[in-house]
């Protein structure tokens, strides 16, 4: 069972910057599809961006142009770049990792855009 580790969040006012970070422990990582989500309270958890095994990217609408996801598999790592932050973007951001019909969350990390 893998388990994801993130780190990153934190409070930034708007038009700032945090890069996110999501460690997993597994020497098959780059098996994995990788995934950003993001929560807020009373919504449903929404995708924001996700980089398959194969490195291919998609990203919600909302947040083309600011976000990059990216991924090392040599350090078992996914990233999540975020510039031009809006207070929109507020949520805990969840990683997630895909594999074989199965979903592995991590504890998720809190990110707060003031206006």
């Known amino acids: 069972q893998v388990q994801l580790v993130e780190s990153g969040g934190g409070s930034v006012h708007e038009g700032g910057s945090l890069r996110l970070s999501c460690a997993a422990s597994?020497?098959?990582?780059?098996?994995?599809?990788m995934a950003w989500y993001r929560q807020v309270p009373g919504k449903e958890r929404e995708p924001v961006a996700r980089v398959s095994e194969g490195g291919t990217i998609h990203y919600a609408e909302s947040v083309k142009g600011r976000f990059t996801i990216s991924r090392d598999n040599a350090k078992n790592t996914v990233y999540l770049q975020m510039t031009d932050l809006k207070p929109d973007d507020t949520g805990v951001y969840f990683c997630?990792?895909?594999?074989?019909?199965?979903?592995?969350w991590g504890q998720g990390t809190q990110v707060t855009v003031s206006s």
């Open positions: 597994t020497r098959l990582f780059r098996t994995y599809a």
């Open positions: 997630n990792a895909f594999l074989a019909g199965r979903d592995t």
